[in-house]
């Protein structure tokens, strides 16, 4: 069984030791605000010795042969299948997940590294005709080099393994910076995963630490040659921009504004159920959360007087109670975050169709309505449990609410007609829609990312490969060219 108290260590170089930093970080139970424990914090002398490490063990990694490798990270997966339960506990005392929420990550997580597990046998290359006779060229799938990882904390276990388990699997070190809010979840329990599936010491690193103490370091550190950050928008632009003045690629998994279409031929039932999974998972935490439900006007009445039923049915308190849904935020910071948004929507004219209590870290459901597409709460992502409503009468009027908004992340459509769905879901700006779905969709294969201020790349499946590698081109002249002097 793992402890949580027992993964309290920086793991740089395969070792787990304090860093070298008289500061500490506490790590407390969002729900009770309760101390879980305490982390001596990696200084930058503690991240140069991870990402040097990280550099030297790609090369022992790359000389294991590639089958191996597949299998090293399959005993990962059974590595969490065996700890489950006490993984779970985790993601509740440390995250405020609830039930739900962890097995819904944990899943995500086991189909991530299950297909991170077969890019050692996809690095293919390409062998190509030259202009010069008797010369042969080659491309090879080679690793990128080093990735730092910069994780965030709503889904902290799944968003480090969607980018760690890929950039192992196409052979790159990996030095991962754990949020600050779940260092565990999201940083030394993958650690605890890695190490006993066997990977090389010193391939993978996780630093636990704080901006005050590092600075930009992390990004800013000479030899990682990929930095995937998510996050916030704004936090996601400064490292956008350190990252491209350092000649580094950026991958970046931002903010989301989704908007969820409900069409005058919708399933009103199920359309109820669906945006208040969309919208109510995990606290409202989540990126592609539905922010804006936006309702065509014919079938307005009977949508909010369901879904009004619906979401006040929504049990709110100890995500240890398996019948809770909606847990704490991730700190009171947060909760008051929201109370502001929601305050300054009323003052411009919204209306609370339901308007929960905020005290401490718990925040219960709110919905607005009579939002406008310029006020805050339509324009901002709300990270919590607060949900805009609009309506429209238009297809086109739809759309245009739908486009309002600097993000474009993902979105659902609603319809009793598929392919009217699919021509409204192609016109909206955004990475990722579903018809007659919900806007939380991540598939291990299918590829994954935002336009506009919601992020940079794709991950998933061939796209993660294709991210994490870089093509070297080699030739051979079996002869000798004939050159002019």
Not at 82 to 103: F, P, Q, R, S, V
Not at 181 to 186: D, F, K, Q
Not at 442 to 462: C, H, M, T, W, Y
């Amino acid at each position: 069984m793992i402890d949580i108290h027992s993964l309290n260590k920086q793991y740089i170089a395969g070792i787990w030791r304090d860093g070298k930093s008289s500061r500490l970080l506490a790590d407390k139970n969002p729900y009770k605000d309760d101390l879980i424990t305490e982390f001596k914090m990696a200084t930058t002398e503690d991240i140069d010795e991870a990402y040097q490490r990280a550099q030297s063990a790609m090369d022992e990694w790359n000389q294991i042969n590639p089958y191996k490798q597949r299998d090293i990270l399959e005993k990962a997966v059974a590595y969490i299948e065996e700890h489950e339960e006490a993984i779970t506990n985790m993601i509740i005392d440390e995250l405020g997940g609830t039930h739900l929420k962890a097995a819904f990550e944990i899943g995500l997580v086991k189909d991530m590294i299950k297909e991170a597990a077969t890019f050692p046998l996809k690095k293919e290359g390409k062998i190509l005709p030259s202009v010069e006779d008797g010369k042969e060229n080659r491309l090879y799938r080679m690793p990128a080099g080093v990735v730092g990882v910069i994780s965030p904390f709503n889904f902290p276990f799944f968003l480090s393994v969607k980018s760690i388990a890929p950039a192992i699997g196409a052979g790159n070190g990996v030095v991962l910076k754990a949020h600050e809010e779940t260092p565990i979840v999201g940083g030394t329990l993958i650690a605890k995963i890695f190490e006993e599936a066997g990977i090389p010491k010193g391939l993978f690193n996780v630093v636990v630490t704080d901006i005050s103490e590092i600075g930009d370091t992390f990004v800013e550190h000479p030899i990682p040659r990929i930095i995937s950050f998510t996050g916030s928008t704004a936090v996601g632009k400064h490292i956008a921009q350190l990252a491209v003045k350092n000649f580094k690629k950026p991958l970046l998994e931002l903010g989301g504004n989704s908007a969820f279409i409900i069409l005058d031929d919708a399933d009103i039932d199920y359309a109820v159920h669906a945006a208040a999974f969309s919208r109510f998972t995990h606290q409202g935490q989540i990126c592609m959360s539905a922010n804006r439900i936006i309702v065509h006007q014919s079938v307005y009445e009977e949508f909010i007087t369901k879904y009004k039923a619906k979401i006040a049915s929504l049990k709110t308190g100890d995500p240890r109670n398996p019948d809770t849904v909606i847990g704490p935020v991730v700190n009171e910071g947060a909760a008051q975050n929201l109370k502001a948004l929601i305050e300054k929507g009323i003052e411009q004219g919204a209306t609370p169709l339901l308007k929960g209590d905020i005290q401490g870290n718990m925040v219960e459901p709110t919905i607005l309505t009579n939002v406008t597409p310029d006020m805050d709460v339509a324009q901002k992502e709300m990270f919590g449990p607060v949900v805009s409503v609009m309506t429209f009468e238009t297809d086109e009027e739809a759309i245009q609410m739908a486009n309002h908004t600097n993000f474009g992340l993902s979105g659902a459509v609603h319809t009793a007609d598929g392919e009217r769905g699919v021509q409204l879901a192609k016109r909206v700006h955004t990475g990722m829609i579903h018809v007659n779905d919900i806007t939380i969709n991540d598939e291990p294969i299918v590829a994954f990312g935002g336009e506009k201020q919601s992020g940079l790349g794709r991950l998933n499946g061939e796209w993660s490969l294709e991210e994490f590698t870089t093509l070297k081109w080699i030739s051979i002249n079996y002869g000798q060219r004939q050159l002019p002097y």
